[in-house]
């Protein structure tokens, strides 16, 4: 990835904050690169529980962009479960994060542990393979 996003869904947020080093090494491998390091605001419902376990997501958050959930992205994500055939909650946020991934600068990587649905959202067969989402499993 030379400039372009690191996008991180509720997972990838978290094991940052843990200090995962695989995760790490991806946050380290953007900050190196140039590249811009998001979250969607939707992800912020899913990790953050205001106690002091918090603490760690607040400083990995310090230092990333947290994009804001709009109506426009509300609609595009709804219309990627519309054309995927996913519902559900956990599939709404997902697709909120997929369509916060599918608006950000090339190339794109999303770091996510569960990356069964993934695939499908965040799929553009009319873009060429270089530039399309990248979905890393980590």
Do not use: F, N
């Amino acid at each position: 990835m030379s400039g372009g996003t690191l996008v991180l869904d509720s997972e990838g947020l978290v094991k940052i904050a843990a200090g995962d080093s695989r995760a790490r090494a991806y946050l380290e491998t953007a900050r190196t690169r140039g590249a811009r390091v998001v979250v969607s605001a939707v992800t912020l419902a899913e990790v953050l529980r205001g106690g002091h376990r918090d603490t760690a997501v607040h400083r990995v958050l310090s230092r990333i962009v947290v994009t804001p959930v709009t109506p426009e992205l509300g609609r595009a994500a709804g219309e990627l479960l519309g054309s995927t055939g996913l519902s559900g909650h956990r599939c709404a946020i997902d697709a909120m994060v997929a369509a916060t991934a599918l608006r950000q600068g090339r190339p794109v990587v999303l770091l996510t542990s569960d990356p069964d649905d993934w695939e499908r959202l965040v799929e553009e067969p009319e873009r060429a393979k270089e530039q399309r989402v990248v979905v890393v499993h980590i």
